[in-house]
């Protein structure tokens, strides 16, 4: 009966996915053909061998997993604690300084004295497409959108998938200027932003914005699509900002895999690395870090420290929703790496004290991990 019951749904989901597929502006733009080494085919490759799930998995498997094992925990019972967004001080970052503020999930404001970075913004709080479907953000004390934030010049992407790319916020930041992976130009042209706002790159391709400010879009270990068979069409990646004197790099969604010390070795040492930390289950670990890979790829890209993101706002795993946090943060202790935790929307300088505050753990309905064993490690 179970078997029949879902059977039954995903049969549904399937009808309802090619409708909206052929009308609704969501999907974005067609990508076509690129030339690029790593377009081949039809699609772009990663560079090293990814099946998107891993070994005795499959997709039936993973979606009867998600509706009847995700943990009870895997949404928070209360609002989580976050901070209004001080526009003013933003507005005050010196010469020589660089403040960050994680908004939750992977978007981040990148503030120096003359430039405003978001990456891969969702300025909303409804569910994620397609369909409106998709999972409902967590309920936070303070929502973040684009009036309570400084205005916005650069915005990075690192993928096409929905919870990355925004068409409703795209549309609001349109006369920003955009960095995107080969073929996701296709998307903000359906959307209404202009071309020559547009910067479309490959992997290891440069671009300076200015004489205080570079981009570099790198690999990652992931996938992209919109759409039943659009898998791929569009190129996905990692960010290095080169800002002021500062370097951070920005991971986007990647699994592990041993780029990670080539991006180390070209690029860093980074004063910073933001890493994909949450969304994790060994049925898909190809294309998503676990805890313990998290630390390796910091070690790995010669970070001073580094900050979890793509947690805190949705439930896309069975895990609970602290889970990243909590266990990114003792695999880090025990490596002697420095984490930086944030609260969402507390902004910080680089060249500052960074905050270390387990501020999920008062969340967790659990009994939380005593103050010592949390203790962080000094910066390398």
Known sequence: MILITLLSLIGIIVVMASLYLNFSPQVGGESSQHDSKNFKGKTFQNLVSTPLYGENQSFFKVIYEFIFKKSKKATPN???PTLKIDKEALKNV???QVSVT??????NLIVSNDTVIITDPILHNKRIPPMEMGPKPFPYEHYYRLENLPKIDVVLISHDHYDHLDMQTVKQLKDSIFYVPLGVKAHLLRWGVQENNIVELDWYQDHTFSNNLKFTFTPARHFSGRGLFDRNKTLWGSWVIRINDKRIFFGGDSGYFEVFKTIGDKYGPFDMAMLDTGQYNKAWQNVHMMPQEVVQATMDLKTKTFMPIHNSKYSLA?????????????EAVTKGIHVTTPKIGQS????RELPTIRWWQGLMQEQPLSTGQLTPANPQ
Request: glycine share 6%; net charge negative.
């Open 102 to 107: 994680w908004l939750g999930h992977s978007t």
């Open 78 to 80: 209360s609002a989580l």
């Open 348 to 351: 910080f300088l680089l060249d």
């Open 94 to 96: 010196q010469q020589d």
């Open 318 to 330: 069975l895990h609970a929703w602290y889970g990243p946090l909590e266990d990114v943060t003792k």
